[in-house]
């Protein structure tokens, strides 16, 4: 019997697949936050790991 082969994506540095992520952001509009603010760090954090953002997500909701 033959093993099937996965298809898989891979960094050119590494051997490793590259993470697929989505971003999600939730600020108070009570205290005038921005959520691009919040945005920005995540997309730092996954730039430096190598991930791919493939959607962002905002939610200006109001805390309770």
């Given at each position: 019997m033959a093993k099937q082969q996965r298809s898989t994506t891979f960094t050119q540095e590494?051997?490793?697949p590259?993470?697929?992520?989505?971003?999600?952001?939730?600020?108070?509009?009570?205290?005038?936050?921005?959520?691009?603010?919040?945005?920005?760090?995540?997309?730092?954090?996954a730039v430096r790991r190598g991930w791919q953002i493939v959607e962002e997500f905002t939610d200006q909701?109001?805390?309770?």
């Open positions: 590494s051997t490793r590259i993470a697929r992520v989505a971003l999600y952001a939730r600020v108070s509009t009570l205290n005038n936050q921005d959520p691009e603010l919040q945005l920005a760090e995540l997309r730092e954090y909701g109001v805390s309770g």
